[in-house]
């Protein structure tokens, strides 16, 4: 049974822009699937589609057994934007808290689960620090716990390793793979334009084309990575 499924998706935007045409999908509990493909082949497109923010023109998207919009709602499917949204007036912690904070979460339970999200990606230490303190890098770990932090079963990260500089960029794939396998029920998808990192960080590659925007093959990748 899918978690994630596209059938015959279509995208064209009001300008006439078809950026995705015809794009099938079934994507399993606990895959790792990375997109890659050159500027403008759709993969921003697909993944704001999954998450709900933006309708497909044709075709059907169900994630979790119901619609993109709902899973979102109910926080069974986060998107960690390609640049790091954090308000920049609240603290790393308030940031990180925001989904509970909509949710109405009691205080403590937001500084709480902001702590442990935060030491997920390694920033425990920065709680109270303001975003503008931190590096790119670190504020996409910020971006990253605000996403973990609802425990979603889905995971949609939009070249998340894009801005950074290559340490950190290794440590950031190192965070990420660490973190999945440590949640087996954890599904992650993720947009690279390198062809490394989608090799050596997921189990499947979809390789998408552009004009109009296809997912036009796909390549099986053995993990090597025991989980649980
Ligand atoms: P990628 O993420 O692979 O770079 P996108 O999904 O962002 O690709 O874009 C696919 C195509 O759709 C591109 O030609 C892009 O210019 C176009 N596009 C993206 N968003 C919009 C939009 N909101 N309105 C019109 N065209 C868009
Ligand atoms: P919807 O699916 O509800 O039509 P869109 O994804 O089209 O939502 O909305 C994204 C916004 O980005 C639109 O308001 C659009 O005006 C704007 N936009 C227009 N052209 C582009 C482009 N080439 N790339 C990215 N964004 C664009």
Redesign the pocket.
């Known amino acids: 049974q899918p978690i994630l499924r596209l059938q015959d998706v279509s995208?064209v935007?009001?300008?006439?822009?078809?950026?995705?045409q015809e794009a099938n999908l079934e994507v399993g509990e606990g895959e790792l699937i990375s997109?890659v493909?050159?500027?403008?082949?759709?993969?921003?497109?697909?993944?704001?589609m999954a998450a709900g923010l933006?309708a497909p023109t044709a075709g059907k998207i169900e994630v979790l057994g119901t619609t993109p919009e709902e899973a979102r709602r109910s926080n069974g499917i986060s998107f960690v934007f390609q640049e790091a949204t954090l308000m920049p007036w609240s603290s790393v912690r308030d940031n990180v808290a925001l989904p509970l904070k909509l949710r109405q979460a009691p205080r403590k339970v937001q500084d709480e689960e902001a702590e442990r999200a935060l030491e997920l990606v390694g920033l425990q230490d920065y709680a109270k620090a303001l975003p503008r303190q931190l590096s790119g890098g670190m504020r996409m770990r910020v971006s990253i716990a605000r996403a973990l932090i609802a425990n979603p079963r889905i995971l949609l990260m939009?070249?998340p390793f894009g801005a950074l500089d290559e340490i950190t960029r290794q440590t950031l794939q190192e965070e990420l793979l660490s973190i999945w396998r440590r949640n087996p029920g954890m599904t992650v998808l993720f947009?690279t334009h390198n062809a490394f990192e989608a090799v050596y960080l997921s189990n499947r590659i979809l390789v998408?084309t552009?004009?109009p925007?296809r997912i036009s093959r796909e390549i099986a990748v053995d993990v090597p990575y025991p989980r649980g």
Do not use: L, Q
Request: net charge positive; with cysteine.
């Open positions: 995208k935007y009001p300008n006439g822009t078809a950026a995705v997109f493909g050159p500027s403008g082949c759709g993969k921003s497109t697909i993944f704001r933006s939009d070249e947009v998408m552009p004009r925007g």
